[in-house]
């Protein structure tokens, strides 16, 4: 196969699995973990990767023994995006997770994000959050990041201590003691020595906005299932320490006593122990928000039956999927990668002695949203519902401020951040939407008939009555009513109780007639003079469903105006050419009465 084969063959892969190449340090070698992952899925997951490094699949075979895949060939120069949430980051965080291995009581291990912490007895300890799962990091604004944590989800983290037993110690004290021919002399050894009684971990709590929502057992590695509430997604693991070592000291007291009739020697010892504690509270926070999926959904009914729908969603979302047309999605401006957490990579083992930096062999990897330039669209194109609309916040691109080796196609200027996503497309109001979060598996299901706020759109009666007319101008009376109820529908009545918006901006209706715009008054009526022969179209530009309940249909007549199509015009048209034909009509007259007088008589 040709290079330009095989490359055409690789896009199209890449494109039928849901994953997008765009232009991510050393990832594990894919297929070496055990993880759960195929070769492919683990090669997906390494943004923040040295792009550059780039090794051929000669080199690679060669170091290896092995040929690589496509898709690992693609990512090992390149960064992949997904148009989903993927699920590869989740299980590679939790297999990896295992692969966290402690310390011991004279060892502390930490990755070089840790926050430390020594007391008198314990060093290096550190309770470090490893990751919460499933959540989404998105990148919205220029250095703007914000951490989506679903509301059941896990967290898991790392804690490890060292104990700092301290050395023992000897001191002797000497006297003499002389009494005329007796001498006493005497030695004093105190001896300090320490042993390890207990350590451990004795508890560990989650607290969120400062409140305990659960309690785990001591861990070195601790997995805490959460359900969280509210909006503020800030967590926090404490982690509770405890040492206990023994302090033995013992006295040993000897007296040598000389006397004329000898010498004696006497030795006295004495031992007492006790307990000394020492204990400390370890933390690590993560902030984020909490991803409440709760969109609203506005839906209407057009006349020829299909459906118009409208949700919007306050947060970030990703778009929705229809029950109908095959499955089409309608999709907003956000794209996905995944990254590792770069505070994970090293490790550092720490010991009485010193310490020596270690390249980890757990490595957390996290899920991002960003606005793509691609933008909001229809899948399948071609054959998916209309886009009528998207409106959203407008922010500044994040582009340049997504991290070292991130090369994805990120908006690179101000961009619309899709809260709302308006489609009209052949269906009913029982068709099931799926509406799809940025946090994996934050879906929802609902019905529009069910579950949204129906609006009203009805069809408009408009027609044009002739008031007057001569032969200059004729003036023409426009009526605009509800087809259905006959009520007049006025476009220019302020504070019109039909506004009921949901975009930020308001369209205005208005009549068309020729080039000139009208707006019909509280009784649906405006009066218009034509000075100009010709065909008109009278036509009904109506206001959107999505900013106006209820809403109408577009209408169109006409109106047709001459001068001639009238009894008066048919006059002033005759007076007008009379008026053209009297000067000659006289004078030919004059002419043929003055040759009659001059006219030449031969019987003379």
Known sequence: ??????????????????????????????????????????????????????????????????????????????????????????????????????GNASVSVYPTSANRTNSTLIRDAHATVFAATPSTVAHTGPGETTR????????????????????GNVTTRRSTATNGSNTTTGRRTRRVSWSLTSHEISAIRLLQDGEVIARTNGSHRPRIEYALTGQDGTLRLEADIEVSLTRRV?????????????????VRERTTTSIVTDSVTVTDEIHGHVYGLEPSLEYVTYPDGDLGLAVFQELPWQGYRLRTNGGARVRGVWRFYTARDTGWD?????????????????????????????????????????????????????????????????????????????????????????????????????????????????????????????????????????????????????????????????????????????????????????DESGVYTVRYHPESWLTHDPAYTGAATSVRWHPLATIMGWLALAVRVAQWFLPFALALYAGRRLGGMFRYRGDL
């Open 250 to 266: 013992t006295v040993t007291r000897t007296t040598n006593r000389t006397t004329p009739n000898g010498t004696e020697n006497i």
């Open 1 to 102: 196969m040709s290079e330009r084969g095989f490359t055409l063959l690789l896009i199209i892969s890449l494109l039928a699995g849901g994953v997008t190449s765009v232009a991510s340090a050393t990832p594990p070698r894919p297929g070496t973990e055990g993880n759960g992952l195929d070769e492919n899925e683990s090669a997906t997951l390494w943004s923040r990767d040295n792009d550059s490094q780039r090794i051929t699949n000669a080199e690679y075979r060669r170091a290896y023994g092995e040929q690589r895949t496509a898709i690992q060939s693609v990512a090992n120069g390149t960064d992949l995006t997904f148009r989903r949430p993927p699920s590869t980051a989740g299980i590679w965080t939790r297999h990896d997770f295992s692969d966290y291995a402690p």
């Open 148 to 167: 989506y944590l679903a509301p059941d989800g896990e967290l898991r983290g790392a804690v490890d201590y060292r104990v700092a037993v301290p050395d």
């Open 346 to 530: 090293t490790l550092v083992r720490s010991r009485a002695g010193g310490s020596r930096r270690t390249e980890s062999n757990a490595v957390p990897v996290s899920v991002h949203a960003y606005p793509s330039r691609i933008g909001p669209r229809i899948e399948p194109e071609g054959r998916g519902p209309e886009l009528l609309n998207r409106w959203g916040a407008r922010r500044d691109s994040p582009a340049g401020t997504l991290g070292r080796n991130v090369h994805v196609e990120v908006v690179d200027r101000s961009y619309e951040a899709t809260h709302g996503l308006a489609v009209r497309y052949r269906a009913n109001a029982s068709t099931r939407i799926t509406v799809r979060g940025i946090v994996r598996g934050e879906n929802r299901t609902f019905r529009p008939e069910a579950d949204g706020t129906r609006r009203v759109l009805r069809q408009s009666n408009l027609t044009v009555e002739r008031i007057s007319e001569s032969e200059s101008q004729l003036t023409v009376r426009i009526t605009l009513r509800d087809a259905e109820t006959g009520e007049p529908i006025s476009l220019s009545a302020p504070n019109r109780p039909r506004y009921e918006p949901l975009l930020v901006g308001r369209d205005e209706a208005y009549i068309s007639i020729g080039d000139r715009r009208v707006q019909t008054n509280l009784s649906g009526m405006a009066t218009v003079r034509l």
